[in-house]
């Protein structure tokens, strides 16, 4: 099916690369104060460009936090709406000495362009965007209505987004969701996510004495909040990655013998998963499961830092007065936030070492989720793959949380299309993330391609 | 006995003391590349004033790291040769934002003198020149001969100090030496310390991923080094302080029965102790041990941060590649540093879980050490000191490291008097350090009456 859509975005492909350029050089890091200023820059960039291709009542909706976006165009009587989701903020950059170009310098190297937020999000929301303009160029009108909601806060939580659905504002009435923050599961082979995992992120502090001491003059009597936070932490996971707080594993629903047969006949290669991604001497893990069940279909437990105490070169003969450790649990089918939570604080509290006060603070959290593959956008989003890409969609989870599509379920009951074009080695989240150009290129196609075969 | 030094000290002690806080104003932290031309600037100050007091040979020593300070007067024929020692460099500041008044600008209050570096060690060292100041303006020479040794890395391990020391060079052929970098047991009670803990400061590194990766795509299957750094610090050392380090405590010399009951005797209010110098919920380490004993006589293991992670605001959902802790052990007499460094390394990678690999590094060591208590020097200060205090001298150890003092033994067979005057709430290596001032004063007719006694 030829369209002419696709024909445009061909044509100005070039263009499209060189505004998401100008997209990526704002350091929209959500999670750093210093940088808010450039999350209602890019929020406002946005706004622009939604109203310059052509949508209706584009503009900010201010939060507590960073701004969303929002903009529509409903004159397609009779035809669904589709609610068009991805985020313009983006991770810190640290380590920022591992970058080989600047993070938000963006640098076209080996057919990828490296950029903090090249793939997360920012590339993804401007493929969005740009399937919008070729659709409203080439035709004049969209083929369905559509609603844009952009959020500034995906990495750090995402409370103003879900306030925002919470509350079930006419905005964001739709039949189903686009949302591409997601992956293929390898390069050339269209994927769409169907499953999440959820999330609870924590801080776990403890207190020892009042103020730093001096390790020599105490050492033996005053207690060690970093050696009673390593006790505690060596309680909540064993060597075998197994979780140990009490309970924590009794709600999983676990994957049906169809999924887990289909996850298997996937093209993957543990070895070189374990050499080019994770680049580890060995993987690590529940025994019996697979890699793939380890990531999508059972909980995890990661330690992200421990701030506090002497970082410095050298040494500092000091016993720190508190430690702190930043620890997030993913969750999966079955599991709740709210649970898995008051599991962990209770029994942090329990195991606490004598000596020590501890404070459990919970920083977010987001629900797991199983979208029904059975509907008629899931389908319609699978033809459009297979026109652009030339080849059946695979049905794949994601061990990462995207929260919104739980919320858009629970509180809006719209269904979601996670179609992404990531790459399994894009480095999100890390030095050097990177897009494939190919996948921004196919990405705009197959957005486009998608929404016209769900106006029908 | 009377003293014309004496006399000349109180008369001249608010310049004295003027003087001493132009000295803590220089930021001479010696863990700090930003602070090396502070250290410089420190040493030079110290040269000229030696210089200024009539002091000869005054003069840098360059090292690899902070200069030493040397100077002499060896014009009493016949007398014996002290060598005087303590340190003008200082720990860093941080957490900064806990300090009542800037560490570097020395503030008076409730009779106590602020400053990072009033206590440990540039109030102590300017005592030891003032007393000479005093001893030669009095008398126009001094009773006995002098050479002066400073270092600026006493905080980072000494190396400088060290080599030179272990060079056995003519400059520092003495019989005694004065080592003012100690504290009184209780607040006006003279003390002399006999015993130091030795140390060894150490980097466990533990690297996983090749880089940092996102927690939700990877966890469950790639190694997380803050989780298998933890996991190895708390098979390090158990909730009963026990060090689980094999063979660790195989080599202690355990103190005399003698010694133990005069310990017993000590002014020591447990909870006094626990609730105003440590303030803790109660007090950690191994049943069966007094606190005196746990951290004057059993070794100790501390851990000092945990670089590395995220350890910003906020969340970041990563796993980290790699995780490092700074650790110390605290060593008491029978034991070496060697050893018991080769048995923490052997066990560290013997336990080391799998998919990290680990790398142990010794950062710094010191040997333990015990002074014999009836040598004429240690006489000489015990009725100096109840000359100036009006009490009888108590003989303490001390929990942390002067490792100068086993160098001093060992290459120059030279005996050393710990006499101090430090007090055990000075906060030395804490926010808010502090010099009593009443100690000040009384130390520097301390040290003049000592040296007096010590020619005779």
């Not at 946005?46 to 004159?75: F, Q, S």
């Not at 990531?295 to 995890?300: I, M, N």
Request: negative net charge.
């Amino acid at each position: 099916m030829s369209s002419s859509a696709v024909a445009y975005a061909k044509k100005n492909h070039s263009r499209f690369l060189d505004e998401l350029k100008a997209l990526l050089r704002i350091p929209s890091i959500s999670t750093l104060p210093e940088n808010k200023d450039d999350c209602r820059h890019a929020a406002e960039v946005l706004v622009a460009e939604l109203k310059r291709i052509g949508m209706e009542n584009a503009r900010l909706i201010e939060t507590e936090g960073h701004p969303l976006v929002y903009a529509d165009w409903l004159k397609a009587a009779g035809k669904p709406t589709a609610l068009i989701y991805g985020h313009y903020d983006v991770q810190p950059t640290d380590p920022i000495e591992e970058w080989l170009s600047p993070p938000f310098e963006p640098t076209e190297r080996d057919g990828n362009l490296y950029a903090r937020g090249s793939a997360d999000d920012k590339g993804q929301v401007w493929a969005q965007i740009k399937a919008l303009e070729s659709l409203m160029a080439a035709n004049g009108a969209l083929p369905l209505n559509v609603r844009v909601l952009l959020e500034g806060e995906e990495e750090v939580g995402g409370e103003g987004i879900a306030s925002f659905v919470a509350s079930k504002p006419p905005e964001l009435k739709a039949d189903f969701a686009l949302v591409s923050d997601t992956e293929l599961f390898a390069p050339g082979l269209p994927t769409l996510c169907v499953g999440l995992r959820g999330m609870i992120y924590t801080e776990l502090e403890v207190r020892g004495a009042k103020t730093d001491l001096h390790s020599g003059m105490y050492g033996g009597a005053a207690p060690n909040p970093f050696v009673s936070l390593a006790q505690m932490i060596a309680k909540l996971k064993d060597e075998n990655g197994h979780i140990l707080i009490p309970g924590f594993y009794d709600d999983i629903i676990p994957p049906s013998s169809e999924e887990l047969a289909a996850w298997e006949s996937l093209p993957f290669d543990e070895e070189h998963y374990r050499k080019t991604e994770v680049g580890s001497r060995e993987l690590v893990g529940e025994a019996g499961y697979s890699v793939m069940e380890r990531t999508w279909a059972r909980p995890s437990l990661d330690v992200h830092g421990i701030p506090g105490g002497f970082i410095g070169a050298g040494a500092k003969t000091v016993i720190p007065a508190k430690a702190l450790a930043k620890i997030s649990m993913r969750l999966v089918p079955g599991m709740t936030p709210a649970k898995a939570f008051a599991l962990y604080k209770a029994y942090m509290e329990k195991v606490a070492p004598a000596g020590v006060d501890i404070d459990v603070r919970l920083i977010h959290a987001g629900d797991p989720c199983l979208i029904p593959v059975n509907n008629r956008f899931v389908q319609a989003a699978t033809k459009a793959l297979h026109e652009v890409w030339g080849k059946d969609t695979v049905f794949i989870r994601s061990g990462g949380s995207i929260p919104i599509v739980g919320d858009f379920d629970r509180h809006l009951g719209v269904p979601s299309v996670m179609m992404g074009f990531g790459l399994p080695d894009d480095n999100i989240h890390a030095p050097n993330e990177k897009f494939h150009l190919k996948n921004f290129e196919l990405g705009i196609e197959s957005i486009v391609r998608f929404l016209e075969e769900s106006a029908n």
